[in-house]
T-cell receptor, first 114, second 114 residues
Framework: DQQVKQNSPSLSVQEGRISILNCDYT??????FLWYKKYPAEGPTFLIS?????DKNEDGRFTVFLNKSAKHLSLHIVPSQPGDSAVYFC?????????????FGQGTTLQVKP | DSGVTQTPKHLITATGQRVTLRCSPR?????VYWYQQSLDQGLQFLIQ???????AKGNILERFSAQQFPDLHSELNLSSLELGDSALYFC?????????????FGEGSRLTVL
């Protein structure tokens, strides 16, 4: 039962353009969402997060949008840079469950072409 | 450098064998998480410990077990290994429960079962 889904395994964009990575979830108990970035031979690193009480959170070139009614979130990277090429995972947690565990999607490999 | 240390980085073993993966969390972090990443799979949550006690359990096989010691380091024991257990095993730590902050991941232990 995949509670967090990233349906696009890969995405290729041109440098300077916008990258949009998508994520869907099924569990309405999730109330906190995070994006992680992973380079080869490294562990995932935190990128940006959003609480379910918000619909947008921005940090520099990265913006996460949350549509609770659609159970959908997206990560926008503007402008995209070659160094952004990595695997991006979305993750969700249920703060109210008080365990702190994150449920991750399968990941989307982003390639930014110079 | 996330501050989370995992050993060994690479491990090759045979089916039926038993291995132990070790994780040292960031200084001061009480919570340790174990995740498995198989080929083309996302990060699958295995188990979480908080200050020495099991806090949450995911799809962890009965052949796998874990514990967190008084000095807060954790070990993941994998026994009766099968070919399908070949994967990257990540340890992560966090300071707080529940998660409204980030998880800090180690670089992973790559297990190959031949």
């Amino acid at each position: 039962d995949q509670q967090v889904k990233q349906n696009s395994p890969s995405l290729s964009v041109q440098e300077g353009r916008i990258s949009i990575l998508n994520c869907d979830y099924t569990n309405s108990m999730f109330d906190y969402f995070l994006w992680y970035k992973k380079y080869p031979a490294e562990g995932p690193t935190f990128l940006i997060s959003i609480s379910s009480i918000k619909d947008k959170n921005e940090d520099g070139r990265f913006t996460v949008f949350l549509n609770k009614s659609a159970k959908h979130l997206s990560l926008h990277i503007v402008p995209s840079q070659p160094g952004d090429s990595a695997v991006y995972f979305c993750a969700a947690s249920g703060v109210s469950s008080n365990t702190g565990k994150l449920i991750f999607g399968q990941g989307t490999t982003l390639q930014v072409k110079p | 450098d996330s501050g989370v240390t995992q050993t060994p980085k690479h491990l090759i073993t045979a089916t039926g064998q038993r291995v132990t993966l070790r994780c040292s969390p960031r200084s001061g972090d009480l919570s340790v998480y174990w995740y498995q990443q198989s080929l083309d799979q996302g990060l699958q949550f295995l188990i979480q410990y908080y200050n020495g006690e099991e806090r949450a359990k995911g799809n962890i096989l009965e052949r796998f077990s874990a514990q967190q010691f008084p000095d807060l380091h954790s070990e993941l024991n994998l026994s009766s290994l099968e070919l399908g257990d070949s994967a990257l095993y990540f340890c992560a730590s966090s300071a707080t429960l529940p998660i409204t902050g980030e998880l800090f991941f180690g670089e992973g232990s790559r297990l190959t079962v031949l």
